[in-house]
T-cell receptor
Framework: NAGVTQTPKFQVLKTGQSMTLQCAQD?????MYWYRQDPGMGLRLIYY???????DKGEVPNGYNVSRLNKREFSLRLESAAPSQTSVYFC??????????FGAGTRLSVL | GEDVEQSLFLSVREGDSSVINCTYT??????LYWYKQEPGAGLQLLTY?????DMKQDQRLTVLLNKKDKHLSLRIADTQTGDSAIYFC???????????????FGKGTHLIIQP
């Protein structure tokens, strides 16, 4: 049971570079989420997709774009990375009741 | 919007009970959760409680909900070194209570176990 799989696990970028964080779930869940975790800040919601074909902004969407490619996959794109986007990024999915299943995270450093 | 508050650190002796507290602001929160995060790992759901419940027990874990005071607690009995982690309180209130619009997390409580 893979659950929620995130790639890559680690990434270092230079300011201004772009990259896409990938997330896939094999639990047939409808809803998927991207969070960022910063020291002392807990987790903050960046974007979410309540169902295939829909995406909505969360608390901190600026500087990010998302694509719900199909029911399984939800990607997060940084078009022009900034040092303020250095963080740990978590993808999650849920079928309902708010019980979210998390991936292991992507640790991103922007220099 | 919703705000969820937790103390940042809790230190307990091995074998004692740990009580981690959380307060939330939105009285329409319908589901409340406790997640555990070990170093370098993602978040693991420990337990959850619906807003129409006062208490839920699951092996060593006891969750108490005081809706009047908007206070949630997690008690871990017989705390072991393996319980050392960050514990997050989270709430949801969206879409049929299913939280389809995401969870609101507290900043997390670091549980430190003393031998």
């Amino acid at each position: 049971n893979a659950g929620v799989t995130q790639t890559p696990k680690f990434q270092v970028l230079k300011t201004g570079q772009s990259m896409t964080l990938q997330c896939a779930q094999d639990m047939n869940h409808n809803s998927m989420y991207w969070y960022r975790q910063d020291p002392g800040m807990g987790l903050r919601l960046i974007y979410y997709s309540a169902s295939e074909g829909t995406t909505d902004k969360g608390e901190v969407p600026n500087g990010y774009n998302v694509s719900r490619l199909n029911k399984r996959e939800f990607s997060l794109r940084l078009e022009s990375a900034a040092p303020s986007q250095t963080s740990v990024y978590f993808c999650a999915s849920t079928q309902g009741w708010g019980i979210q299943y998390f991936g292991a995270g992507t640790r991103l450093s922007v220099l | 919007g919703e705000d969820v508050e937790q103390s940042l650190f809790l230190s307990v002796r091995e074998g004692d009970s740990s009580v981690i507290n959380c307060t939330y602001t939105d009285s329409s929160s319908t589901y409340l959760y406790w997640y555990k995060q070990e170093p370098g790992a993602g978040l693991q759901l420990l337990t959850y409680i619906f807003s129409n419940m006062d208490m839920k027990q699951d092996q060593r874990l006891t969750v108490l909900l005081n809706k009047k005071d908007k206070h949630l607690s997690l008690r871990i009995a017989d705390t072991q070194t393996g319980d050392s982690a960050i514990y997050f309180c989270a709430s949801s209130y969206g879409y049929s209570g299913g939280g389809a619009d995401g969870l609101t997390f507290g900043k997390g409580t670091h549980l430190i176990i003393q031998p």
